[in-house]
């Protein structure tokens, strides 16, 4: 039987933590296990001959090839995968590992059927690395052409030419599900909100252009049996502004689950999940700033905007 430990509780202690705690909590969690949530949207165009469950079900297994792939939990630990490759684990890790798949229909008319995909992949360290030893080949590994993408995109963008076309951002503290606020991850967010070509990080919330606001939406502790726990987290940064024209409100969401063995210190796994969370939602979200300035500045210059 599952017991779960969430509330005020597990907040109290988390936060208590907090206090003696260092920026370099050690990662305690168990790496043989891989437990994660994944996710993903994909449509299919219908053919005269196609009926609605027949595309249907052509984009419920495109969403789970998108899924597996987005989650990055083949790429974060074999970075050198071919894309072939890729795609080839991918779908056995579907067939064999993918769990508690349920999907909705998102749009569906006379010319295509898009879903919205939601799944469990429970796999082991080991049953990931006999995959890859069976399906590894030499062709281009497609992180580093996603990489060389992106280091084309940065080269292109616009950017600002002097310090007065560059805004300021406020990072505001983070706000737990039950209200509750901390400043404990003030530093780390301002860290990776710092080094951006197109804005300044502030202390002063009157003068920014943008806000950041962090929120932890859910930190749950299950007692899978006497030797095992499982965290699940789920981060959320909403970036908005009331100065900035044509800038819409930004939502970016980590979700995470990590299985840990019962006698390590949650606190700590707690801390290193949530600075995990943070980061990536942090670089999306910035990113997200990023390209909306770019796509500003370059409007400013071809249009005269």
Not at 29 to 39: C, F, G, K, L, R
Not at 243 to 272: C, G, R, S, W
Request: a negative charge; charged letters at 30%.
């Amino acid at each position: 039987m599952v017991v779960k430990k969430q509330n005020i509780a597990f907040i109290s202690a988390l936060l208590a933590a907090w206090g003696s705690l260092g920026c370099n909590a050690a990662m305690s969690a168990d790496n043989a296990v891989i437990n994660e949530a994944v996710t993903a949207d994909a449509c299919d165009e219908r053919s005269a001959d196609d009926d609605k469950q027949t595309a249907e079900n052509r984009a419920v297994d495109k969403a789970g090839l998108a899924a597996v792939k987005l989650s990055g939990i083949i790429q974060k630990h074999y970075p050198d995968l071919s894309a072939n490759a890729l795609d080839i684990i991918s779908y056995r890790i579907i067939d064999e590992y993918m769990s508690d798949s349920r999907h909705e229909v998102t749009l569906a008319d006379g010319n295509r059927v898009c879903v919205n995909l939601h799944a469990d992949v429970v796999m082991t360290g080991e049953q990931l690395e006999a995959l890859v030893q069976e399906y590894r080949d030499s062709d281009a590994p497609e992180e580093q052409i996603e990489e060389v993408a992106k280091q084309v995109n940065e080269e292109t963008a616009f950017k600002p030419r002097k310090l007065a076309e560059k805004r300021l951002l406020y990072i505001r503290k983070m706000v737990f599900w039950n209200g509750e606020e901390t400043n404990h991850y003030q530093d780390l967010l301002t860290g990776l909100f710092s080094h951006s070509e197109y804005f300044f990080v502030t202390n002063d919330a009157k003068l920014a252009d943008y806000e950041v606001v962090p929120r932890l939406l859910k930190a749950e502790v299950d007692e899978i049996d006497t030797e095992h726990h499982k965290m699940q987290m789920q981060v959320e940064l909403d970036v908005f502004s009331d100065k900035v024209d044509d800038f819409l409100p930004e939502n970016v969401k980590q979700t995470h689950f990590i299985l840990f063995a019962a006698d390590k210190d949650e606190q700590e796994i707690a801390d290193t999940l949530l600075r995990k969370l943070l980061t990536k939602a942090a670089e999306e979200a910035g990113a997200k700033v990023n390209k909306f300035e770019a796509t500003q500045l370059e409007k400013s210059v071809r249009f005269g905007k």
